[in-house]
């Protein structure tokens, strides 16, 4: 800005010996002298980034990315968990029986044993089945994350490439402003304009420079919103490369609901989560037949006999000990008397239910939701492509504009007018392209996709 006023202190100066016949030549190359000047200025101290490296940064750095990669892992740690071929692990037990507190003869029984217990009825599919769509839903929640950033980072880059780009022709508006001021003081001195036509470029003047500021907060809010998905520290000369390049919409409305249809994750999910009641619900069915219980087992029996043993004969016998080895199994099966699983059974049915309706409701939303966003977007093409058009005709008629003025064939209070009026067509193409950056935005949202996954309204 030092060099820009340094330009117009000189061109106040120099006017100062031009007649009213050199004045148009003067002028035109003031002007080209002030946007060389901010053109050259952009770039001093800047920390420049492309949309390539805020995304990369971005989901590098973002927390709630690496909770749901995170959480990914844990749903497949809980997948080793259902695949076990049983909940419970096989139970070894040992029994020893002696009468050495009491008769003290060596009489007693050693049993060893070892149990398990079997699951019936495929329990262990429906669990893995439950596992599974647990982990989808996981990966799919991942990537509804990643692809809200990459919308909300491409947002605000091209935000702030905007805001910049407003900034960059307030500057210049505010430069010719001071110019045209400074200038018609200097013809207001020699005469050749009113003095009650000073007041009108003073306000134009206050105008240019409210717009700076308020230009300038609008730069640091989008400057601070991209920092913020960026993870990173604030950066005052954090500047936006690149270009505003949108290529229209080649595809039908159905081709777009169909693509909605088919890569929206939220419907993806709601499918998942529909497996995974369906078994949930059978799992629930397969626990109503009891689990098997084999137990295999090993038997010592010591025994002794003493005369009692033999009274009413006469053997002789002081006393006999016999040992016995027995191996045996068992089988056991509780009896289901009791249904203890039918409020479960009851309860995902219900939720079975709930899912579907979920489902159709959801798949009428997204249907909605897509041909709005096809709507949206095929409107601010429309409108950009008009302005485009208007757009060199305007810049045209502001370059004549500006001749017939420095030549004194129209007023300043006309000048100021038309300026206006020109001027508004650069900001509404700004804004047009801001539209546009929303709507593409709520698109791909709506579609499921990102926008250079489709090719003439085809995935790649």
Do not use: C
Not at 188 to 202: N, R
Request: no cysteine.
């Amino acid at each position: 800005m030092k060099s820009i006023l340094g330009y117009l202190s000189r061109f106040v100066t120099t006017f100062n010996s031009l007649n009213k016949r050199d004045f148009d030549m003067y002028f035109r190359d003031m002007v080209a002298a002030v946007i060389l000047q901010l053109v050259l200025g952009a770039g001093i101290s800047a920390s420049p980034i492309t949309l390539d490296q805020a995304l990369v940064e971005a989901l590098t750095n973002n927390k709630e990315l690496q909770a749901k990669s995170m959480a990914v892992k844990t749903a497949e740690s809980e997948r080793l968990k259902a695949r076990l071929w049983s909940t419970t692990n096989p139970e070894l037990e040992l029994e020893a029986v002696s009468d050495v507190l009491t008769a003290n003869s060596g009489e007693g029984t050693l049993r060893l044993g070892l149990s398990q217990e079997i699951e019936l009825g495929g329990q262990r599919g429906q669990r893995t089945k439950i596992a599974d769509a647990h982990i989808q839903i996981a990966r799919l929640e991942a990537i509804v994350a990643e692809s809200a950033l990459r919308r909300d980072v491409k947002t605000s880059f091209y935000s702030l490439l905007l805001v910049q780009q407003r900034l960059s022709f307030a500057l210049f508006a505010d430069s010719l402003a001071t110019v045209l001021r400074d200038s018609a003081a200097v013809r207001v001195k020699g005469g050749f304009l009113p003095v009650s036509e000073l007041t009108f470029l003073d306000i134009d003047v206050a105008i240019s420079r409210s717009t700076i500021q308020k230009v300038e907060v609008a730069l640091s809010e989008a400057r601070n919103q991209l920092l913020f998905l960026l993870g990173g520290v604030a950066d005052s000369s954090l500047e936006a490369v690149g270009e505003l390049m949108f290529q229209p919409l080649n595809t039908s409305e159905e081709n777009v609901v169909s693509l909605a249809l088919a890569n929206r994750p939220e419907l993806q999910e709601i499918r998942v989560q529909q497996s995974a009641t369906s078994a949930a619900l059978r799992l629930s069915r397969s626990e109503r037949v009891p689990n098997l219980r084999v137990s295999a087992f090993y038997s010592r029996e010591r025994s002794v006999f003493s005369k009692s043993n033999f009274s009413g004969t006469n053997t002789g016998i002081q006393g006999l000990r016999d040992t016995d080895h027995l191996f045996g199994i068992r089988l056991s099966l509780p009896l289901s008397l009791i249904d203890k699983r039918h409020a479960e059974i009851a309860l995902f049915t219900n939720v079975a239910k709930v899912d579907s309706v979920t489902s159709q409701s959801l798949e009428s939303q997204i249907r909605y939701e897509a041909r709005s966003a096809f709507k949206a977007l095929k409107s601010t093409d429309l409108t950009l492509e008009i302005l485009k058009k208007i757009l060199p005709e305007s810049d045209s008629l502001f370059r004549l504009l500006q001749t017939a003025y420095s030549q004194g064939r129209v007023t300043v209070a006309d000048y100021l007018a038309q300026k206006d009026r020109l001027f508004n067509m650069r900001l509404n193409l700004q804004d047009a392209f801001a539209a546009r950056i929303a709507a593409q935005n709520e698109f791909e949202r709506a579609v499921g996709l990102d926008w250079n996954q489709l090719e003439l309204g085809e995935k790649k």
